[in-house]
């Protein structure tokens, strides 16, 4: 059962970071944003204590071909997923706002152009062709059912590590449709966040509305993007949103999860991409993981580290 626990203390308090201000800026300066992995595990837009999050689970499934796929508590299990809800926030200066491009259907992707908004309350360019930036990014078409949109390729990744970094397992998730989902916890102290009627706020009310072209494979071009102030949020229930523990050996081990991995997206600061959480897993017996699974490990949180690629239990 999902419990939905909150404590008075913000996500500034859970970084043990003190609240940022947006600099001062020229009337011509580009703004760039600042995105931050939100707490593992963690609800949308939740702003207590991470070890209270219960925003991931343990699912065994009896066909493990299938990228979600109903949890079974019984019978003989073809895998064992680690699901866990993941968020990218922007708490920068100006929006992340990116377009997509191709100049023809033949092409199964668009290449991608970030754009930057000039000034606070300044001009914001408003397509591919006037972006002042390109990128390494793409963005394809997911025809999955649960999906039929663009997704941004290489968004968010996670991963398995042991306790001291080495990758036991990767995600197989690739990609992304950005928007504006959720306010930022505690966002008034933090950035300013768009008002109505400015330039910015009118990009906000865009990025609130979009769904990435859904149901529009012969698109040629795509918006995305996130406000400031606001997030994106993939719950655990989604496709993809897990990692595959069914040869995990029992032990300790840290989940990662980073946006913008390769720094394709430019942003002010890097250094707050990445959050992990160390978790420790028993299988019955203890041990490497059975050759046949009838029973799922058991999974306990031992440590929350929002801002940190490490996370020693």
């Known amino acids: 059962m999902k419990r939905k626990t909150y404590v008075g203390i913000g996500i500034a308090a859970v ?36 070890m209270n999050c219960s925003d991931w689970d343990v699912c065994a499934v009896a066909d493990a071909s299938k990228p979600n796929g109903e949890c079974i508590t019984s019978g003989r299990m073809q895998g064992v997923r680690l699901r866990f809800t993941s968020s990218e926030e922007n708490v920068g200066a100006g929006p992340l706002l990116l377009y997509g491009h191709r100049d023809s259907t033949s092409s199964p992707t668009m290449s991608v152009r970030q754009a930057f908004q000039n000034g606070r309350h300044g001009d914001i360019p408003g397509s591919y ?42 995600d197989r998730k690739n990609g992304f449709c950005l928007g504006d989902r959720y306010d930022v916890p505690g966002v008034s102290s933090i950035v300013d966040k768009p008002a109505p009627g400015t330039p910015e706020g009118d990009l906000a009310q865009t990025l609130a509305e979009s769904t990435c072209k859904r149901k529009e494979p012969s698109a040629t071009d795509v918006t995305e993007g996130i406000s400031v102030g606001q997030g994106d949020n993939y719950d655990y229930t ?11 050996a029992s032990g300790v081990y840290t989940v990662v999860n980073t946006v913008n991995p390769d720094h394709s997206i430019s942003e002010s600061d890097y250094a707050n991409n990445s959050s992990s959480a160390a978790f420790s897993v028993q299988w019955p017996g203890g041990g490497a993981a059975p050759a046949t699974i009838t029973a799922p490990p058991t999974v306990k949180l031992l440590r929350s580290c929002p801002g940190s690629a490490t996370c020693a239990a």
Do not use: N
Not at 159 to 165: E, I
Not at 238 to 248: E, M, R
């Open 129 to 170: 062709a006037d972006a002042q930036h390109a990128t390494s990014a793409t963005t394809y078409y997911e025809p999955a059912p649960m999906h039929r949109h663009w997704h941004l390729l290489g968004f968010d990744r996670f991963q398995l590590r042991t306790q001291d970094g080495k990758m036991v397992v990767a």
């Open 15 to 50: 970084l043990g970071v003190v609240a940022w201000a947006a600099p001062a800026l020229a009337a011509d300066e580009a703004l760039l944003p600042d995105l931050r992995q939100a707490p593992i595990g963690c609800e949308a837009g939740y702003g207590g204590d991470p």
């Open 238 to 248: 989604v496709d993809y949103q897990w990692l595959d523990i069914s040869k995990v």
